[in-house]
């Protein structure tokens, strides 16, 4: 196949690029998720007091 | 003041791994199962990528003004999760067309980079919407974010329109649209098949973005709900 180094660096773009944005969300998601977790202990604290 | 309890995502797992598994066999089919292009070659086989995530980009853009005006109208903080999230997404794919574009013309116009009217507007396109998720994080109020996001984004969307006619309306390095393009215009059939099966695929890993996306501005909002309410707690309790 001619090209194929530009077609194979075409592919690897589009994969790397919806593979770094998918993950760079999940992390963020992941992250306040554990913020969450954290509030709802300190209004726990809060309530019990 | 009511928290709304964030949840995972149901089948978000299952979801992935079908949408890597569909996008997998859309780099098959158009590697190997498309047939080649007369005068280009095996390079146009970029365009069963390229081009959907164009069109997927335009939808995601549209989506983002519509939820625009209907924050403009209602103020409702979902209408705002709605439009960045899907702003945000719609970058990305931007992105894969700027980044795949230059790729194809290279080899095939002996440059990376033209400034005809179609590259010029689509390069417009990606720093507008950045310009867009930028602005969002110079402000801190959620509610003037929200609005002048919102108005700024309906303008940035009169773009759209502009790139998607600027091969039709002016001549271009570009090549002219294959499909709705006009006479000269049109895909052999197994072309157009390939075509629509990594545009499936494509829109499935949208729409997954978009939801994970959206989860996150949820989960943003929970938190911040969660500190005013910590925060006043803690005043209460000094």
């Not at chain 1, 790397?16 to 726990?44: N, P």
């Not at chain 2, 791994?17 to 780099?27: F, K, N, P, R």
């Not at chain 2, 001549?171 to 006009?182: E, N, S, W």
Request: glycine letters at 8%.
């Amino acid at each position: 196949m001619k090209n194929m180094g530009s077609i194979m660096a075409a592919y690897i773009a589009t994969w790397a690029i919806f593979f770094v944005y998918y993950f760079t969300v999940a992390s963020r998601v992941s992250r306040l998720r554990d913020d969450v977790e954290r509030l709802k202990q300190t209004l726990g604290t809060q309530l019990r007091r | 003041m009511s928290i709304q309890r964030s949840r995972g995502i149901p089948g978000l797992g299952v979801s992935v791994l079908a949408s890597a598994l569909l996008m997998g066999a859309a780099g098959y089919a158009a590697l190997y199962v498309a047939p080649t292009e007369r005068s280009m070659g095996d390079i146009q086989r970029i365009f069963y990528f390229h081009m959907p995530s164009g069109i997927i980009a335009f939808i995601a853009f549209t989506i983002t003004f519509v939820a625009n005006i209907l924050y403009l109208v209602n103020r409702a903080p979902k209408s705002d999760w709605l439009g960045v999230s899907s702003a945000e997404v719609g970058v990305a794919f931007t992105t894969v067309m700027l980044v795949t574009g230059p790729i194809w013309g290279k080899p095939v116009w002996g440059v990376w980079w033209v400034w005809d009217a179609r590259l010029t507007t689509t390069f417009i396109l990606w720093v507008l919407y950045i310009c867009y998720l930028l602005l969002r994080g110079l402000l801190d109020d959620p509610e003037r974010k929200a609005t002048v996001s919102a108005v700024f984004g309906v303008f940035a969307f009169l773009d759209v329109p502009l790139v998607y006619m600027a091969n039709r309306w002016f001549r271009t390095q570009h090549p002219a649209p294959v499909l709705l393009g006009g006479q000269n215009s049109g895909l052999a059939p197994e072309m157009k098949w390939v075509l629509l099966f990594c545009f499936i695929a494509l829109t499935g890993l949208m729409l997954i973005l978009l939801r994970v996306r959206y989860q996150l501005e949820a989960l943003r909002y929970e938190v911040s709900e969660m500190k005013v309410i910590a925060d006043s707690g803690s005043r209460a309790s000094n």
